[in-house]
């Protein structure tokens, strides 16, 4: 069963930083897509960032240039390095895994979700 596990939310400052991480694990196969999700009250959960197997990514326009989605194959974790934080960031951020092969923004296409850390923007 994959399991899906995230760090490193908190309080930051407008034009701030924060390194998320998504540590994974029960992988029974080499393919897979992961993506960064999140969710402010009240609104619809929407994607940030994804990536496939190969290293491909797709990002939101809201995180482009800003964040930067990636993987580290050795020890299983996902991270998304986000600056320049903005108060429309503030959101409850989620990591999902998938077994198909290529990048999704939606998060109805992931089946496997983390609990979410909180991200909180404000001055």
């Known amino acids: 069963e994959v399991q899906l596990v995230e760090s490193g939310g908190g309080l930051v400052q407008p034009g701030g930083s924060l390194r998320l991480s998504c540590a994974a694990s029960?992988?029974?196969?080499?393919?897979?897509?992961m993506g960064w999700f999140r969710q402010a009250a009240g609104k619809e959960r929407e994607g940030v960032a994804s990536?496939?197997?190969?290293?491909?990514?797709r990002y939101a326009d809201s995180a482009k240039g800003r964040f930067t989605i990636s993987i580290d194959n050795a020890k299983n974790t996902l991270s998304l390095q986000m600056n320049s934080l903005k108060p429309e960031d503030t959101a409850m951020y989620y990591c999902?895994?998938?077994?198909?092969?290529?990048?999704?923004?939606?998060?109805?296409?992931?089946?496997?979700w983390g609990q979410g850390t909180q991200v909180t923007v404000s001055s």
């Open positions: 029960g992988y029974t196969t080499n393919y897979y897509s």
């Open positions: 990536i496939d197997y190969l290293g491909t990514t």
């Open positions: 999902a895994s998938d077994g198909f092969r290529y990048t999704a923004l939606d998060w109805r296409r992931y089946n496997y």
